[in-house]
C-alpha cells in the first residue's frame, strides 16, 4: 500500500518535473535564429509559399500561444509534425524505439553481467594483480570514446577476422531468403517468435558490436562502483561475523555482500541506460543502427523543433520512468530503504 | 535468492510456450547452409525459390520527403528510379541533347510561346492508373502550385490538354520547356490518383510507396535506414537479362563505414566514399575509379553594403589573396577545378575566356593600397555550415592567407539554416563574408547560378526572389544585360550564351564573391556491375538503376 502510494505521488511530481521541461525546451528551441518554415518547404521556395507554410504550422502567432497550442496538441497524444521528415514526430520515434531499446538491453545486459563480477573480484583481491587489472580495464571502458572503440572492433571484427557484420540491424540478403513477418519490430524477438533461425542468428550477430562498444562504458562504471560498495560492505561486522560460523567465502561474497552493496551499480545502470535512450549517438551512426540517437541528432543539426521537442519529452520521461523503477527495484533488494 | 531462480525457470518456461504456440513457419532454407537434417522430414523435395539478382548499395543520402511534388533535396537519388519527366537531359557531348521519356516527341510554335508533346502510350502509373494528358497536367499543375521547386514554371501560363496523348504547354515569355521538363526537381510525372490523396492527406507519402511510371518501384522503406526496390515488371522500356530484380539501398551517414561495407562485401555500391582513400581504389584491379565533373561548385560571398568591401578594389583585392590551389588541394583532396565565375564548367553558359584570379599577394597589397588601406587593417568577419566538413577544411586557409595582407578574419562555424537567416535579416549587421555550397535546380546549370546568386532585386538589401544573392550586389548593367539573355535563351541558343558570358566577366570584373571551385564527382564501380554512365546533368542521382547490369 505504502509502495502504490509512493508511486502514485511520483509520477505525479513527474507532471511538474516535465512540464518544466516542455517550457525550458520549447523556448531554447525556438530562441535560436531559424525560419521553421522556409526550412519546411526547402531552399528557393517563394516568399508567398514560406508565408502560407508560416500560417499552416501556426508560426505566425506569438511564442506563448504557440506553446499553448502544442500543450494542447500533446495531451490529445500528437507531438506535431517532424519539420525535417514531414511524418508525424510520435510516429519517428515509435518507429525507431524498438531498434534502440534492442541495443540497449543487451548491451546493458552485458555491462551488467560482466561489471558486477569484475568489481566484485577486484574487490576481493583489493591491492593485488587481478584488482589492478580490472581497476585499468574500467578506467579504459570509461574513458575510451565509443567512435573510437566501435572503429578499431570493427577492423577486427570484420575486416581482419571476418566474424562479425560490419554494420545495421540484419543482412539485406534475409529479407528474399528468409523473410521475417514483423510482430514488435524487435527483430530478435521476432524472428524467435517465428522460428526464424536464420535471421535470429543474422540479428544476434549484428548486435554483437555496437552492443559492446556500448556497454564499454557503463561496464567499467559499474565495475568501479561495486568495487567500492563491496569494499566497504566486506568490512562490516555481519561478514565478519558471518566468516566466523565458516559460511563459505564464496556465499559471503555472493549472498550477503553483494545484495548489499548493489544499490549504486543499480543507480547507475538506471541512469546509464535512461541517458543512452537518446544518446547513444555515436554507436549509432559508426554501426548505422537505426535508432533514436541518430534522429536526435539530426533533428538538433537542423533545429526541427517539433522533433526536438518530442525526443526531449520523450527522453525526460524515460529518465523520470527509470529511476522509479531503481528506487522500487532498490527497495526491493535491500530492505532498508523504504519508499517515502 | 530464490525469487531469482523463480524468475528464471518462469522464464523459461515462457519462452517454451511462445516457441511452442509460435505458427509452424518453417522458413525456407537459405541456399549457403543446407544441412539435411534442417529440413523436416516431411518436407516435399521442392526446389526453394532462387533468390532474385539483388544489387546492394550503400547511400548517404536520405528522404526529406517523398511526395515527388515537393521534393527538393537528396532523395531525387531515389526518386529518379520510380519516376519520370517527360525528357531527360542527355550530358554534354551526346549526340542527341534529349532522351524521350514520356514525351515521344515535341515541337515549339516559331515564337517560342507553345511547346507541344505528344506522349508514349500504353504507359501506366504503378497504381495502375493511365498516364495520359490530363495526367501530365494534373503533375505540372501541382508542381507550380506548391512544388519546392515551383518557380522553375514560373513562364508557363498554362497546360493544355489537346487530346489524350498530347498536352500544349503556353507560356507568358519565350523559355526553353524541354529544358524545364527535363528538371530533377518539379518535373516528375505522377499518378493524378496519388496527387489527389496526397492532397487530402499530408502523411500520405510518408511510407514511401511510388506512384510513378519509373522502372523501379519501392517496395518497403525503414527510415533512416534502408529502401527496397522492385523492378516495375511493366515498365515501357521492356527488361532484359541481367538488369536486376530488386535493389536495396542502406541509407549510411558514415562515409568510413560505407566504404568498409564496400571493401568487405556487404554492398556492391558506395555512394560518396571518403575523398582522401579515393586513391586506394586506383589500383584495385577490382574497381573502375569515375572522376567526373560536377555542377556543384563554392562561392564566397563579400558583403558589398558594407565598408570596406563596398570597394570594388578592396574585393579584387581579397579574390588576389585566396589560396585557390590550396583551397582544391586541402579542402577537397584535389578532387576540384578553380571556377570560371559562378558558371560551373562545361555546361550552359560556361565559357574559358572569362577571367580567373590568381593566387598573388602582391597584386593584393597593390590593390589594397589602392583602395586607401594600405597594410590592410580591417576585419572580417566569416560564416559557414558548420554541417559542411569541405567549408571547415578550407575556411582556415583564408584566414591565414588574409592575414598576410594585413586583413583580419573571424572564422564563424554556423548551421547552415543560422547561418542563412542571419545573412537574410539585415545586411548591416549580417557576415562580411558568406560561404556556400551552391547547385543549378535543373539542368539550365550556369544560367541558374547566375540568376539565383547575383541578379538583384529592386529593393536594398537587393534579395532576390530565391534569396540567394549574399552579397546584396546590385549592378544594372549586369541584370540587364541578364534580362536580355534570359529572354532570347529559348529562340536564340548562341546569342543567348554570348550575353551570359558579357554578364559572367562583368561579374568577376567586379568581385562581389569569390569564385572557390568546382567540385569533382566520384563513382567507385566494381567491374562485376556494367552499364554505368555519369549524368552531369543530375548530381543528385547517382545511380540509374536501369542501366546497371550484371556482368557475365
Redesign the interface.
Known amino acids: 500500500m505504502q509502495r502504490l502510494e509512493f508511486i502514485l505521488r511520483r509520477l505525479l511530481t513527474s507532471i511538474f518535473v516535465l512540464l518544466g521541461v516542455s517550457v525550458i525546451t520549447f523556448f531554447i528551441a525556438r530562441v535560436a535564429p531559424n525560419d521553421a518554415a522556409a526550412m519546411y518547404i526547402g531552399p528557393k521556395a517563394r516568399q508567398e509559399d514560406i508565408d502560407r507554410v508560416t500560417k499552416q504550422l501556426g508560426l505566425d502567432k506569438p511564442l506563448p500561444v504557440q506553446y499553448v497550442i502544442y500543450m494542447q496538441e500533446l495531451s490529445r497524444g500528437d507531438l506535431g509534425t517532424s519539420i525535417a521528415t514531414k511524418r508525424p514526430v510520435l510516429q519517428e520515434l515509435t518507429g525507431r524505439l524498438p531498434a534502440t531499446l534492442e541495443l540497449l538491453f543487451f548491451g546493458m545486459f552485458l555491462a551488467a553481467a560482466i561489471g558486477v563480477p569484475l568489481g566484485v573480484l577486484s574487490a576481493q583481491s583489493q591491492g593485488k594483480l587481478p584488482d589492478l587489472a580490472v581497476r585499468s580495464l574500467s578506467i579504459i571502458g570509461v574513458s575510451m570514446p565509443a567512435f573510437f572503440l566501435g572503429l578499431i572492433l570493427q577492423i577486427i571484427f570484420f575486416r581482419n577476422l571476418e566474424l562479425l557484420p560490419l554494420a545495421g540491424r540484419v543482412d539485406a540478403d534475409l529479407r528474399f531468403t528468409d523473410p521475417l513477418t514483423k510482430i514488435t519490430d524487435f527483430i530478435l524477438l521476432d524472428s524467435f517468435l517465428t522460428s526464424n533461425w536464420v535471421t535470429l542468428k543474422d540479428a544476434f550477430l549484428h548486435l554483437i558490436l555496437p552492443a559492446v562498444t556500448l556497454s564499454a562504458y557503463p561496464t567499467g562504471l559499474i565495475a568501479r562502483m561495486t568495487r567500492a560498495a563491496m569494499l566497504e560492505t566486506l568490512e562490516q561486522d555481519y561478514i565478519r561475523t558471518a566468516k566466523a560460523y565458516g559460511i563459505k567465502q564464496r556465499v559471503i561474497i555472493y549472498l550477503y555482500a553483494l545484495k548489499n552493496a548493489i544499490s549504486p551499480t543499480l543507480t547507475v545502470l538506471g541512469l546509464t541506460f535512461a541517458f543512452a535512450l537518446t544518446g547513444t549517438f555515436f554507436v549509432e551512426i559508426i554501426f548505422n543502427w537505426p535508432g533514436l540517437g541518430l534522429f536526435t541528432v539530426r533533428s538538433l543539426l537542423s533545429l526541427d523543433y517539433p522533433a526536438i521537442m518530442g525526443m526531449t519529452l520523450f527522453g525526460a520521461t524515460g529518465y523520470v520512468l527509470i529511476n522509479l523503477v531503481v528506487d522500487i527495484l532498490q527497495a526491493w533488494v535491500d530492505p532498508r530503504i523504504s519508499l517515502k | ?1 530464490k525469487r531469482f531462480t523463480l524468475f528464471l525457470s518462469l522464464l523459461v518456461a515462457l ?1 517454451v510456450i ?2 511452442a504456440c ?7 532454407p ?2 549457403t ?1 543446407a544441412p539435411a537434417t534442417d529440413a523436416p522430414a516431411t518436407a516435399a523435395p521442392t526446389e ?1 525459390p532462387a ?2 539478382l ?1 544489387l ?1 548499395i550503400a547511400n548517404s543520402a536520405n ?3 517523398w ?1 515527388p511534388i ?1 521534393s ?2 537528396t532523395e531525387a537519388s531515389y526518386l529518379a528510379n520510380s519516376y519520370e519527366q517527360l525528357l531527360r537531359i542527355n550530358p554534354p557531348g551526346s549526340a542527341e541533347t534529349y532522351t524521350p521519356l514520356l514525351a515521344e516527341s515535341w515541337e515549339v510554335s516559331a515564337d517560342g510561346l507553345a511547346y507541344t508533346f505528344h506522349l508514349r502510350s500504353g504507359v501506366k502509373f504503378h497504381d495502375g492508373e493511365p498516364m495520359n494528358a490530363a495526367a501530365v497536367k494534373a503533375s505540372i499543375d501541382a508542381a507550380v502550385e ?1 512544388a ?4 522553375i514554371w514560373l513562364p508557363l501560363d498554362n497546360v493544355e490538354v489537346v487530346d489524350d496523348s498530347t498536352v500544349k504547354f503556353n507560356l507568358k515569355w519565350a523559355a526553353p520547356v524541354d529544358l524545364i521538363a527535363s528538371s530533377l526537381y518539379g518535373a516528375w510525372i505522377v499518378s493524378p490518383k496519388a496527387l489527389e490523396a496526397g492532397a487530402a492527406d ?2 500520405f ?2 511510407d514511401g510507396k511510388s506512384y510513378g511510371t519509373g522502372p523501379y518501384m519501392v517496395e518497403s522503406y ?5 529502401i ?1 526496390f522492385t523492378q516495375n515488371t511493366e515498365y515501357w522500356g521492356g527488361w532484359e537479362a541481367g538488369q536486376y530484380e ?1 535493389v ?1 539501398v ?5 562515409a ?2 560505407r566504404q ?2 564496400l ?2 562485401g ?1 554492398v556492391e555500391l558506395a555512394a560518396g566514399l571518403p575523398a582522401d582513400n579515393i586513391a586506394a581504389f586506383d589500383n584495385d584491379p577490382n574497381y573502375t575509379v569515375f572522376r567526373e565533373p560536377s555542377f556543384f561548385n563554392y562561392v564566397g560571398f563579400f558583403n558589398t553594403l558594407k565598408a570596406p568591401l563596398d570597394d570594388v578594389k578592396v574585393r579584387q583585392a581579397l579574390s588576389y589573396a585566396i589560396p585557390y590551389d590550396d583551397i582544391i588541394a586541402i579542402g577537397a583532396n584535389g578532387l576540384g577545378t578553380q571556377s570560371y565565375g559562378p558558371v560551373p564548367a562545361g555546361v550552359f553558359p560556361w565559357d574559358d575566356s572569362v577571367f580567373r584570379y590568381s593566387y598573388d599577394l602582391d597584386k593584393a597589397k597593390a590593390l589594397l593600397k589602392e583602395a586607401g588601406h594600405e597594410g590592410g587593417g580591417f576585419s572580417i568577419r566569416l560564416t559557414y555550415a558548420s ?1 559542411n566538413a569541405v567549408e571547415a577544411a578550407f575556411a582556415p586557409l583564408i584566414k591565414d592567407s588574409f592575414a598576410q595582407i594585413g586583413v583580419d578574419v573571424t572564422v564563424e562555424p554556423l ?1 547552415f ?2 547561418q ?3 545573412a ?2 539585415d545586411p548591416a549587421t549580417a557576415q562580411d563574408m558568406f560561404l556556400l555550397l551552391y547547385w543549378p ?1 535543373y539542368s539550365d546549370a550556369g544560367a541558374d547560378n547566375m540568376w ?1 546568386m547575383f541578379y538583384a532585386g529592386a529593393e536594398p538589401p537587393y534579395l532576390n ?4 544573392n549574399l552579397s546584396y550586389w546590385k549592378n544594372d548593367e549586369y541584370n540587364a544585360l541578364m534580362d536580355v539573355a534570359g529572354a532570347i535563351t529559348a529562340t536564340d541558343y548562341a546569342g543567348s550564351k554570348a550575353k551570359y558570358v558579357e554578364a559572367n566577366k562583368l561579374l568577376v570584373e567586379e568581385a562581389p564573391a569569390v569564385f572557390f571551385f568546382d567540385t569533382m564527382a566520384v563513382f567507385v564501380v566494381p567491374k562485376s556491375i556494367e552499364g554505368f554512365k555519369y549524368n552531369l546533368n543530375y548530381p543528385f542521382v547517382h545511380y540509374f538503376f536501369y542501366q546497371l547490369r550484371a556482368a557475365k
Open positions: 535468492m519462452s511462445l516457441s509460435a505458427p509452424a513457419v518453417e522458413a525456407p537459405a541456399a547452409d526453394p533468390a532474385p539483388v546492394k528522404i526529406t520527403t511526395d515537393a527538393f533535396s506548391r519546392g521547386a515551383s518557380f499530408e502523411t507519402w510518408a525503414t527510415p533512416d535506414a534502408e527496397v530488386k536495396v542502406s541509407i549510411v551517414p558514415e568510413t563505414t568498409q561495407m571493401e568487405g556487404e554541417e548551421a539554416g543560422q542563412w537567416e542571419l537574410k535579416t535546380t539565383s526572389a530565391t534569396k540567394f
